[in-house]
Every structure is written in C-alpha cells, then in structure tokens.
C-alpha cells in the first residue's frame, strides 16, 4: 500500500506538469496499475477501483470539483463513482472505456 501512495505522489507531480484533457477537471484511471501502465490518457491520474475509498483523499480535492473517471469498458468507473458519491463527491461522470477516449482524444486532436 506504501508504494501506492508513492505512485499516486509521483503522478500528482507529473500531472501538475502534463497536458491536461481539460483544464479544470480531475481525470482518474481506476483501472489496475499493470493497465494504467500499458497506455493511459494524458494527464490522468491512476487509482484503481478497489484502492478508490481509501486513496482518493491523498489528492485533498474540493468535494465539488469536476472529476472524470475511466476505465477499459466504464464498469469498474461506474463501481468508482458511486463510492466517491458516498463520500460526498457530487461532480463526477463515468466517461467509459480507455480505447473509447483515446480515439475520441486523436480525433479531436486531429480536427484542431
């Protein structure tokens, strides 16, 4: 777990610096650290599902802040929503599976 919350440091370091999808919302990966690492969108930070609960308080974020969650068909960011709508967070949206945004985000980038 330790080395999680390592990771999860390290990312936030990285995503104050990375691209961002877009400028004021919060972009989580909840898939597995194996997955995230293998291709993920830019600027987004990597919580998996199961770890949701318990480390999404490490990014000390306002309640109210827009927070976009993916996973690789949006099931697991369904699982993740809802969890982080128990804890009281009230402006997420599950956008689905990774491949799906991924070739959103090419296409968009493409027609700029």
Sequence with gaps: MK???VSVL?????YSNAQEITSD???LDVRSQE????GHLPGAINIP???IAAAINELQLDKSAP??????????AGLALE??????????????G???????????????
């Design 49 to 51: 599902h199961t770890e």
């Design 3 to 5: 080395a999680f919350f």
């Design 98 to 112: 990774y491949e799906q945004l991924k070739q959103q985000l090419a296409s968009d980038n493409e027609r700029k």
């Design 10 to 14: 390290l990312l936030l370091c990285c």
């Design 25 to 27: 919302t919060v972009w």
């Design 67 to 76: 927070i976009a969650l993916y996973c690789k068909s949006g099931r697991r």
């Design 35 to 38: 997955e995230f690492a293998s």
């Design 83 to 96: 969890i982080l709508q128990q804890q009281g967070y009230t402006n997420l949206t599950n956008k689905g």
